[in-house]
T-cell receptor, first 115, second 116 residues
Framework: AQTVTQSQPEMSVQEAETVTLSCTYD???????LFWYKQPPSRQMILVIR??????QNATENRFSVNFQKAAKSFSLKISDSQLGDTAMYFC????????????FGKGITLSVRP | GAVVSQHPSWVICKSGTSVKIECRSL??????MFWYRQFPKQSLMLMAT?????????EQGVEKDKFLINHASLTLSTLTVTSAHPEDSSFYIC????????????FGPGTRLTVL
């Protein structure tokens, strides 16, 4: 079974600064996907970024980038130039490859961006 | 693209009644949909996996007879909470396995259920 650990329940960052959210996971699979989802106060889950385990290059989406360390089973999310709209709960998630695969979520971290 | 809708967005019902929640993939066909339950400030808990044209697969501990799931078409899955009780009050979220990439789930906006 897979597990995803987000050990920090809350973080706060000043607007325009950079923040890194931590995530570690445990799996015996070699091929899998990792995701960061954002859940703002509206509670709509929004895909932030996706990483394929076989790719060594870290995924990037505008101000969001990841530091994927496969050997260490670490998948942190870096948010640059933080904006007030980044205030949300962030969930790290794991999914192995395959037709019947499903997401395993971490507990989430609440990020507050201060004006 | 890859938009998922849910209806209703919120519902209040009396104890003992049944409530149906619809999940639709608006601009793509979804052979697989998922139903989650979420309590405030907590993570999503997978309830069941819904496959078009076949019976849903429920997670351990989820009552199949209480949470009826039907995936009758490639764009619609429904969750019916039967004989609802106050402890069923929660936020229910559906997701659909995306068209591309197919390994990514796209989520609906959720339904807040309150049972009085």
């Amino acid at each position: 079974a897979q597990t995803v650990t987000q050990s920090q329940p809350e973080m706060s960052v000043q607007e325009a600064e950079t923040v890194t959210l931590s995530c570690t996971y445990d799996t015996s699979e070699n091929n899998y996907y990792l995701f960061w989802y954002k859940q703002p106060p509206s509670r709509q889950m929004i895909l932030v970024i996706r990483q394929e385990a076989y790719k060594q290059q870290n995924a990037t989406e505008n101000r969001f980038s990841v530091n994927f360390q496969k050997a260490a089973k670490s998948f942190s999310l870096k948010i640059s130039d933080s904006q007030l709209g980044d205030t949300a709960m962030y969930f790290c998630a794991f999914m192995k490859t395959g037709a019947n695969s499903k997401l395993t979520f971490g507990k989430g971290i609440t990020l507050s961006v201060r004006p | 693209g890859a938009v998922v809708s849910q209806h209703p967005s919120w519902v209040i019902c009396k104890s003992g009644t049944s409530v149906k929640i619809e999940c639709r993939s608006l601009d793509f066909q979804a052979t697989t949909m998922f139903w989650y339950r979420q309590f405030p400030k907590q993570s999503l808990m997978l309830m069941a996996t819904s496959n078009e044209g076949s019976k849903a697969t429920y997670e351990q501990g989820v009552e199949k007879d209480k949470f009826l799931i039907n995936h009758a078409s490639l764009t619609l899955s429904t969750l019916t909470v039967t004989s609802a009780h106050p402890e069923d009050s929660s936020f229910y979220i559906c997701s659909a396995r995306g068209p591309s990439p197919v390994d990514t789930q796209y989520f609906g906006p959720g339904t807040r259920l309150t049972v009085l």
